[in-house]
Nanobody, 126 residues
Framework: QVQLVESGGDSVQAGGSLRLSCVAS???????????MGWFRRAPGKEREGVAF??????DYADSVKGRFAISRDSAKKTLYLQMNSLKSEDSAMYYC??????????????????WGQGTQVTVSS
């Protein structure tokens, strides 16, 4: 059974940093390396939105986090990361990682991702 488990969420002051991790299980090494991966978030009262995306060596970001967040993957550890710097109160949300198994190019579309983690909470206080 394929699973994604996020960790690293916390409460921090504005301007601080956090690194989120997402460990995958149930994927073969070669398969995981070829997956599209993404980080999404959902703040109270708002819809889930895409934050950062990765496929092979390509990355893409929502405009609101460009220059502050960085997505990366350690395929040997089957772990996806989201380094978040210069955090703002508007970054407060539940953060989810997601995977798209059959992938040929980077995607930012929420509906393309078929496997989701349970989320990790990030709270930024000003």
């Amino acid at each position: 059974q394929v699973q994604l488990v996020e960790s690293g969420g916390d409460s921090v002051q504005a301007g601080g940093s956090l690194r989120l991790s997402c460990v995958a299980s149930g994927y073969a090494y070669r398969t995981y390396s070829n997956y599209c991966m993404g980080w999404f978030r959902r703040a109270p009262g708002k819809e889930r939105e895409g934050v950062a995306f990765l496929y092979s060596g390509a990355t893409d970001y929502a405009d609101s986090v460009k220059g502050r967040f960085a997505i990366s993957r350690d395929s040997a550890k089957k772990t996806l990361y989201l380094q978040m710097n210069s955090l703002k109160s508007e970054d407060s949300a539940m953060y989810y990682c997601a995977a798209k198994p059959v992938c040929y190019t980077i995607t930012k579309s929420l509906s393309d991702f078929t496997t989701w983690g349970q989320g990790t909470q990030v709270t930024v206080s000003s």
